[in-house]
């Protein structure tokens, strides 16, 4: 896997990025699609979809944190 090769570099740069105190301003970028909803008037609001779409590197931030927590939750058998 890729993400094998990477992720000490990886742990480097969110251990700064955190550490430091900064919050990227692409990390808080979404690209948003509206797609139009078959069969439906195009003047209504309901007759649209968003669908936003997040930093992919913003994601593997995420789960890497959300790993973290998960594995303090268990260790110390907090909300068990």
Sequence with gaps: M????IIKDLIKV???YF???IILKSFKEFIIVILHKEGKKKNLLGSY????FKNTLVKILEKYIVNIIYKAVEEYRLFF
């Design 2 to 5: 890729i993400i094998l090769i």
């Design 14 to 16: 969110t251990s700064y």
């Design 19 to 21: 550490a430091s105190k």
């Design 49 to 52: 979809k968003l669908i936003a």
